[in-house]
Nanobody, 127 residues
């Protein structure tokens, strides 16, 4: 079992930045695929970014337009999502997710491939 806890969400003006954190109970992040997903009002939960494997292979959704960066600190068992140039359409609940072992291809992007989830952190971007 892996426990995840997100933090760092809040209210920010358009053009601003936030850094989300996901603290995990995983013994080693290298043994997991870690993903960020988001769910906006009236929309399905969508993939944002993932980081996986011993070398931290990264996958991003095209929808973020290069504005986000995922990273991890293995010593702190923490995954981060740096969000820059935020837009109102980025408003959503952001979720951290984990999958034992690495992910590849569509596996990294699929909600159903991640058995462990945090409770989410709200990001609201005002116009």
């Amino acid at each position: 079992q892996v426990q995840l806890q997100e933090s760092g969400g809040g209210l920010v003006q358009a053009g601003g930045s936030l850094r989300l954190s996901c603290v995990t109970s995983a013994r080693s992040l290298s043994n997991y695929a870690m993903g960020w997903f988001r769910q906006a009002p009236g929309k399905e939960r969508e993939f944002v970014a993932s980081i996986t494997g011993s070398r931290g292979g990264i996958t991003y959704s095209d929808s973020i337009e290069g504005r986000y960066r995922i990273s991890r600190d293995n010593a702190k068992n923490t995954v981060y999502l740096q969000m820059n140039s935020l837009k109102p359409e980025d408003t959503a609940v952001y979720y951290c997710a984990a999958r034992l072992n690495y992910c590849s291809g569509g596996q990294c992007r699929s909600v159903r491939e991640y058995p462990y989830w945090g409770q989410g952190t709200q990001v609201t971007v005002s116009s």
